[in-house]
């Protein structure tokens, strides 16, 4: 698990910018949190696989979605596999 702050000075950027621009709803970054749950798996003694699942809520710390710059990019989940062959 892991959390990371937008810094004050990033986030007075995006309040400025509402401001001027006069949207209201400009999206004003904050903080992102992921969480990851990943296992790995000895399938042989020369083979490992390790699953590897990850959620990001608020990615960027709330970025605008390039596809609509009123909202913001929704939550993330991503999904991996990861494979170790020893010869």
Request: glycine share 10%; hydrophobic share 40%; no cysteine.
């Amino acid at each position: 698990m892991g959390f990371a702050r937008i810094g004050s000075r990033a986030s007075a950027l995006d309040k400025d910018i509402a401001f001027y621009t006069g949207n209201s709803l400009y999206p004003i970054r904050s903080s992102e949190t992921f969480v990851e749950l990943t296992y790995q798996y000895q399938v042989a003694p020369w083979w490992v696989l390790q699953p590897d699942f990850q959620y990001v809520f608020d990615p960027g710390g709330g970025i605008l979605d390039p596809a609509n710059p009123v909202k913001r990019i929704g939550d993330e989940a991503i999904f991996g596999l990861r494979t170790t062959v020893s010869f």
